[in-house]
Each structure stands twice: as C-alpha cells, then as structure tokens.
C-alpha cells in the first residue's frame, strides 16, 4: 500500500491560503474546512496537517510531518534540522527594525547599547552581529509594536507588509534585515518511497509557476515579417506558424515571459505584427 505524503501548512493566514491554492492548482483535491486539523486528498498520496506556523519546522524535523510550506522567517529563527526543498515565490514580506517616528536616525549605529522588542531574536541577533552592533534585545510573543509606547524598548523589530501597522503604532520603518517568502521544507530522513511522491509534487509546482511567469500569444502577420518577428517570440523551441486563408499571411503562436510582456509586445507591433491575442497559461511542461 503506497504511504501518503504528510504536508504541513498553517492552519490560517495568508500563508495558509495561498499554499493551499498552490496544492490544488497542482491537481491535489482534498477538502480543508473549517476547523479541520487533518485532510487527506481524494486523488493524490497525500495528506495535510493544518497547524500553527511556528510548530511547523518542528514536526518537520521531528519526521511528523514529511514536508511544511512556512516563512523563511520562521524558518531560519526556528533553526531546526531540516532540508530546503524549495523556495516558492510567494507570501512575500519583509523583517525589519522600526523606531518612534520622531526620532532621529542615521544608521544602525544609532543602535548601539539601545533595546529593542522582537519576535525573531535569531536574526536580529546574527544581523546586529554581522554589522558590530550590540544592542540589548527583548523577545517578545506578540503586540512588538506596542513596545515603545510602553517604555519596554527603544525601536522594534517585526514582520512588514504594507507598513501600516508600524504606522499606526506611532513607528517608522528604518532598516530592513531580512527579506522572506514562502518555502517548503523537508524531513532530511525522508524514505524513497515518499520522496518520490514529492518529486511528483515539485514537477507539478514547477508547471504550475512557469505558466504564472508566461503568456500565450498568437498574431497574424505577413509572410515576410516572419522572420523578424521569430527572432522576438523565441517560445520554449520556436514559434509555431500556420498559413492563414489570404494568401501571403501567417499566424503565429508562442510564449511570452511575463516579465518582459510590455516591451515585447511594443516590439512585436513594430515588426507587423497585427491582431495580437495574448492569453494565461493555466500549466507549463517542459
């Protein structure tokens, strides 16, 4: 009997939210409702264990768990024994050092000998380390914040999204320490048996992104702009190209990475291209 593959994600959140798309992009169905703490997939050897975010790295190293989507924050501040599997591009935010917004600062400098409230005494710590600071920190669980209004610290350091609850709390954001997205996270013990199935999973995530990262796009255009505009529309080989019913004309289809979409498509025009058509790509196989 094949083994399921046990996935640790967080139980809610962001981070919950948009690993669980990922998992059913990928083709994995399960049901996850309300205040399941346990779903096993329907298609797929697979089962999922909805926990809290900072548990995760631990049942992960424990072998509860054979793999876990978390931060990288709460990756690296837990340092547990666990393997990097695969950074996954999204949940995107950042670690940084905030101070009351009417103080003065020119650097991290500014901190020397000062106190400063966290959640993340790992990183702080190794960062204060790398830049010859020292400074004295106060780990904290929750409301960091709030700290300096209450005579606990001088400045803090938390998770930044949009800024707007160091806003809020009277604070300005002034040094960014460490930058962080989603990442899976493996049991370093894992048996072939369940390895393979999670190679199954990557090849599927890796199809999944690339498609996320390009656009499908077809055009009409004469015959003897085919060559320029090839040379714009490389795609994963070369473009396709079909003869179209008025004689001398052509249409031709590719892909288009995303990043590079405008300019391309500016380009494209220049070249006679006409009747552009541009289209997501739900996966992408190479």
């Known amino acids: 009997m094949t083994q399921n593959l046990r996935i640790a994600v967080q139980k809610s959140g962001r981070l919950s939210e948009?690993?669980?798309?990922?998992?059913?992009?990928c083709g994995i169905k399960f049901d996850n409702g309300a205040g399941k703490l346990k779903?096993?997939?329907?298609?797929?050897?697979?089962?999922?264990?909805?926990?809290?975010?900072?548990?995760?790295?631990?049942?992960?190293?424990?072998?509860?768990?054979?793999i876990g989507i978390v931060g990288q924050n709460v990756h690296v501040e837990s340092n547990k024994n666990v393997s990097e599997v695969k950074l996954l591009g999204f949940s995107k935010c950042r670690l940084s050092i905030a101070i009351p917004r009417g103080d003065e600062y020119q650097g991290i400098e500014d901190l020397e000998g000062k106190d400063i409230a966290t959640s993340y005494p790992i990183i702080l710590g190794s960062y204060?380390?790398?830049?010859?600071?020292?400074?004295?920190?106060?780990e904290i669980s929750g409301s960091v914040e709030i700290a300096p209004s209450i005579g606990l610290a001088h400045a803090v350091c938390d998770i930044v999204s949009?800024?707007?609850t160091l806003l809020s709390?009277?604070?300005?954001?002034?040094?960014?320490?460490?930058?962080?997205?989603?990442?899976?996270?493996?049991?370093?013990?894992l048996s072939a048996e369940k390895q393979d199935i999670l190679n199954q999973i990557l090849f599927r995530i890796d199809a999944v992104q690339r498609a996320k990262n390009n656009k499908y796009v077809v055009l009409n255009?004469?015959?003897?702009?085919?060559?320029?505009?090839?040379?714009?529309?490389?795609?994963?080989?070369?473009?396709?190209?079909?003869?179209?019913?008025?004689?001398?004309?052509?249409?031709?289809?590719?892909?288009?990475?995303e990043n590079d979409f405008w300019q391309n498509i500016e380009k494209l025009r220049e070249a006679g291209a006409e009747g552009i058509l541009v289209m997501p790509i739900e996966k992408m196989i190479y």
């Not at 204060?128 to 106060?138: A, D, N, Q």
């Not at 009277?170 to 899976?184: D, N, P, T, Y």
């Open 18 to 25: 948009d690993s669980l798309n990922l998992f059913k992009e």
């Open 128 to 138: 204060l380390k790398e830049h010859g600071v020292t400074s004295h920190i106060h």
């Open 162 to 164: 949009s800024g707007g």
């Open 221 to 257: 255009t004469k015959n003897e702009n085919i060559e320029a505009i090839s040379k714009l529309l490389p795609g994963m080989q070369s473009p396709s190209i079909i003869p179209l019913a008025q004689a001398g004309w052509s249409a031709m289809s590719s892909v288009i990475n």
């Open 39 to 66: 779903a096993t997939s329907s298609n797929f050897p697979a089962e999922f264990l909805f926990l809290r975010d900072d548990d995760i790295p631990g049942y992960v190293e424990d072998g509860v768990a054979d």
């Open 169 to 189: 709390n009277g604070l300005k954001e002034v040094e960014v320490i460490f930058r962080s997205e989603a990442i899976m996270i493996g049991c370093p013990t």
